[in-house]
């Protein structure tokens, strides 16, 4: 029998593309384990600050001693993962996005129109960062690393991303909502 949250997900997405049959509409569901949910945490962090363990795939916002609002995420690949400790200097809804040259250069087939230009990804349902972002700044400085919805949900709970860290929309928009800006940020 078909679950609710399955049959509400498949028929959404055929009536928003009247070509995609129920069939070929496939719901995702995310693991129970990666929905936001208020934890046990180690006592030593300051409530309001946001500790990450990408080798978890969680995302912690401490509310009080020894308890965080854990989120599931998605991270970077091998060798792309941010470390350290930054803060949240910039926060936007709908954010535009453009990769880095980096990006450009290490997949240009993905990121080729981007080449030799200085085109920006409108904010929108396609951008990859999704409703939300998160900047992450070291000493006033951009580091190229956010907190961001995604336009890939199966993403969450796997490291694939570019380096930066990927949440459900619907959480990015409930975590934009807790978090003021200058956030301090930890990613162990």
């Not at 995609?20 to 309001?48: H, N, W």
């Not at 981007?114 to 349902?125: A, I, L, R, S, T």
């Amino acid at each position: 029998m078909i679950e609710r949250r399955k049959f509400l997900a498949t028929g959404l997405a055929v009536a928003a593309f009247p070509g995609l049959s129920p069939e070929m509409a496939t719901a995702f569901e995310l693991e129970p384990r990666f929905l936001p949910q208020e934890v046990a945490f180690d006592p030593k962090y300051e409530p309001g600050q946001l500790i990450i363990l990408p080798r978890a795939h969680f995302l912690y916002l401490v509310t009080a001693p020894g308890v965080a609002r854990r989120y599931g995420v998605g991270v970077g690949k091998a060798g792309l993962e941010f470390t350290g400790t930054a803060t949240i200097d910039v926060k936007k809804k709908w954010p535009t996005w453009r990769p880095t040259n980096e990006m450009i250069e290490r997949d240009p087939a993905a990121y080729g129109r981007f080449k030799d230009n200085d085109y920006v990804q409108p904010g929108g349902k396609d951008n990859p960062l999704g409703s939300r972002a998160l900047y992450l700044f070291q000493n006033g400085r951009d580091t190229y690393y956010r907190i961001h919805g995604t336009t890939q949900p199966s993403s969450i709970g796997r490291s694939v991303s570019n380096g930066c860290i990927r949440m459900i929309n619907e959480h990015v928009q409930d975590l934009y909502e807790r978090v003021p800006t200058g956030t301090v940020v930890t990613v162990l």
